[in-house]
């Protein structure tokens, strides 16, 4: 698909350059189910930001990227988005366990973001109904670099261990919530990750075409972004034979 000067100069600055790397068809294939699993479940999520281009052209760090635009300035963030957020994040591994059965590295930087957003749930935000509203976290010293303030934490071993129980909890439910999404829309996100096989990137008119052709239902923020974009796609791939999954023992 080809762009203009300015939108591929706009695509560097907010998803980064591109890597001239050559991947595998292993690779191109996790590549584009991870990516649709993030796109997806963003598409689906009624407080998601709109989801705007897919990509799998590597770029920066990553091998893939989807680009969220949200659709005013937010100074405060609900525990509702923060927990929408969590989903989406989560959407890209959620994706390779419902497909391929297994797990990659891919969502390494997916689970770092993840982490610290649950952990700051809990410790700074009061969003845990076991702790309550108390906050559990030091201001960071502003002489010291955004690091570690040298004073020791005022909660307990046990407090600390239910912490880390909460935020288990938290990103556990945002997980099987994406696993949950991913397997109702299975065709979907194969149709997403058969279109960016084919052209790689994919932009907002494009995606909401695979999800009227599907028949998924488009968040209400989503349907508000203007779909500007080519909206060519390929022909709909041959029914797929159903997925039986393994007995359990």
Same mark, same amino acid.
């Given at each position: 698909?080809?762009?203009?000067?300015?939108?591929?100069?706009?695509?560097?600055?907010?998803?980064?350059?591109?890597?001239?790397?050559?991947?595998?068809?292993?690779?191109?294939?996790?590549?584009?189910?991870?990516?649709?699993?993030?796109?997806?479940?963003?598409?689906?999520?009624?407080?998601?930001?709109?989801?705007?281009?897919?990509?799998?052209?590597?770029?920066?760090?990553?091998?893939?990227?989807?680009?969220?635009?949200?659709?005013?300035?937010?100074?405060?963030?609900?525990?509702?988005?923060?927990?929408?957020?969590?989903?989406?994040?989560?959407?890209?591994?959620?994706?390779?366990?419902?497909?391929?059965?297994?797990?990659?590295?891919?969502?390494?930087?997916?689970?770092?973001?993840?982490?610290?957003?649950?952990?700051?749930?809990?410790?700074?935000?009061?969003?845990?109904?076991?702790?309550?509203?108390?906050?559990?976290?030091? $201001?960071?010293? *502003?002489?010291? &670099?955004? %690091?570690?303030?040298?004073? !020791?934490?005022?909660?307990? +071993?046990?407090?600390?261990?239910?912490?880390?129980?909460?935020?288990?909890?938290?990103?556990?439910?945002?997980?099987?919530?994406?696993?949950?999404?991913l397997t109702t829309y299975r065709p979907t996100l194969d149709r997403l990750a058969q279109e960016l096989r084919r052209q790689e990137t994919i932009d907002i008119k494009q995606l909401h075409a695979i999800m009227q052709e599907t028949g998924a239902p488009i968040s209400a923020?989503? $349907?508000?972004? *203007?779909?500007? &974009?080519? %909206?060519?796609?390929?022909? !709909?791939?041959?029914?797929? +034979?159903?997925?039986?999954?393994?007995?359990?023992?």
């Amino acid at each position: 698909m080809c762009e203009s000067t300015e939108l591929q100069a706009l695509d560097k600055i907010l998803l980064g350059a591109e890597r001239p790397l050559v991947l595998s068809e292993e690779d191109l294939n996790v590549t584009a189910y991870h990516e649709g699993g993030h796109a997806l479940t963003g598409l689906l999520l009624e407080g998601s930001d709109p989801v705007t281009k897919v990509t799998i052209v590597p770029r920066g760090q990553a091998l893939g990227v989807t680009m969220y635009t949200p659709l005013d300035d937010r100074y405060n963030y609900s525990k509702e988005y923060l927990l929408t957020r969590l989903v989406t994040a989560l959407g890209g591994r959620a994706a390779e366990q419902v497909i391929f059965n297994h797990v990659t590295t891919g969502a390494e930087n997916d689970l770092q973001r993840v982490t610290s957003i649950a952990r700051q749930m809990v410790m700074r935000w009061g969003m845990s109904k076991r702790l309550g509203t108390v906050s559990y976290s030091k $201001r960071e010293s *502003p002489f010291m &670099g955004g %690091g570690d303030t040298g004073v !020791p934490t005022d909660y307990s +071993e046990e407090t600390a261990e239910l912490i880390d129980e909460e935020v288990q909890v938290i990103v556990r439910s945002c997980y099987d919530q994406a696993i949950e999404l991913l397997t109702t829309y299975r065709p979907t996100l194969d149709r997403l990750a058969q279109e960016l096989r084919r052209q790689e990137t994919i932009d907002i008119k494009q995606l909401h075409a695979i999800m009227q052709e599907t028949g998924a239902p488009i968040s209400a923020a989503q $349907r508000q972004v *203007p779909s500007q &974009g080519t %909206g060519v796609l390929a022909p !709909p791939p041959p029914p797929m +034979e159903p997925v039986i999954p393994p007995d359990i023992e």
